[in-house]
C-alpha cells in the first residue's frame, strides 16, 4: 500500500497515484542444486488527477502478473536463473491497457 506523489505543485495526471498490491512467492527446492521459484502478484493504481488531453478520466490500472523460473545453484556463489513471467495490465485508458511476456535469464552471484 502506499502513494506516489510529485514533490511540488498539484497532482499530475500520469505521477501522481495511491497504490494496493500483494505478492506471493514460492521457492521449492526440486534438488540440492536446483530450485523452482513461482510468484502471484496483483497492484491497483487510482490516479489522482483527470488526464484531459484524451479521456477526461481519472487512470485506473488494475494488473496481475503471474512468474515461473528455474535457479541452477552453480558453486562459488554463483546461480544461473531463467524466468518466464507474464503480466495483464487492464486500464480504463487504452493506451495502458496491455498483456506482456517476459522471459529472462539472469546470473547471480553471491558474497
Given at each position: 500500500?502506499?502513494?506516489?506523489n510529485r514533490l511540488k505543485g498539484k497532482p499530475h495526471p500520469n505521477v501522481?497515484?495511491?497504490?494496493?498490491?500483494?505478492?506471493?512467492?514460492?521457492?521449492?527446492?526440486?534438488?540440492?542444486?536446483?530450485?523452482?521459484?513461482?510468484?502471484?502478484?496483483?497492484?491497483?493504481?487510482?490516479?489522482?488527477?483527470?488526464?484531459?488531453?484524451?479521456?477526461?478520466?481519472?487512470?485506473?490500472?488494475?494488473?496481475?502478473?503471474?512468474?515461473?523460473?528455474?535457479?541452477?545453484?552453480?558453486?562459488?556463489?554463483?546461480?544461473?536463473?531463467?524466468n518466464f513471467r507474464y503480466t495483464d495490465t487492464n486500464s480504463?485508458?487504452?493506451?495502458?491497457?496491455?498483456?506482456?511476456?517476459?522471459?529472462?535469464?539472469?546470473?547471480?552471484?553471491?558474497?
Amino acid at each position: 500500500m502506499g502513494s506516489k506523489n510529485r514533490l511540488k505543485g498539484k497532482p499530475h495526471p500520469n505521477v501522481d497515484y495511491n497504490l494496493f498490491g500483494i505478492k506471493l512467492q514460492n521457492l521449492y527446492q526440486l534438488t540440492p542444486k536446483t530450485s523452482l521459484i513461482t510468484s502471484a502478484e496483483h497492484h491497483n493504481e487510482r490516479y489522482k488527477a483527470t488526464e484531459n488531453f484524451l479521456y477526461g478520466t481519472k487512470r485506473k490500472n488494475d494488473k496481475i502478473a503471474y512468474e515461473a523460473g528455474l535457479m541452477q545453484n552453480l558453486g562459488g556463489g554463483f546461480a544461473l536463473g531463467l524466468n518466464f513471467r507474464y503480466t495483464d495490465t487492464n486500464s480504463n485508458q487504452s493506451i495502458y491497457d496491455y498483456q506482456k511476456y517476459t522471459i529472462k535469464a539472469n546470473l547471480y552471484y553471491s558474497f
